[in-house]
């Protein structure tokens, strides 16, 4: 396969420094307030995204390195497919998050229900749009038992460059 070359267009500022004790999604980040500092070159581009309430964020896991194929998720105790996990230690390292916007100030982005590490690079941002984007899942795998704990499960070490395994494998 080719390499890509991804350049990000910004980066996500929140209150978490360090990843024990952040919230694993944004659902358990609810009222986490952040911001999007997107690079100047890029502002032309964030014309009419004040009219949405909610926004996808693709950014790049940039204290993560390494992957497993198969981790024990944060909601789990039984090793699962990392790809039917969203373990931020993966092959090509990107998450993504859904957010409301709260208000824009030139190329500052504020935000609310953030669930990532300050000084992440933001690759992308995408309006999320109901119609589009919010679809009726028939399953959800084996969280079907355990999406319930999302609100009070925090990150911990377990993802933390700590692995046996590591990239390329």
Known sequence: MNDLNIQPIGVIETPFENPEGMPI????ALGVEGRLIIDPVFEEGLNDIDGFSHLILLYYFHR???YDLMVTPFMDNTQRGVFSTRAPRR???IGFSVVRLLKREGPI???RGI??????PLLDIKPYVPKFDAKDAEAVGWLETHQHKVARITSDSRFSNQSQKTDNQ
Do not use: A, H
């Open 25 to 28: 999604q944004p659902e358990g």
């Open 91 to 93: 092959p090509s390292q």
């Open 115 to 120: 669930d990532v590490l300050c000084g992440t």
């Open 64 to 66: 993560s390195s390494g």
């Open 109 to 111: 982005l504020f935000i």
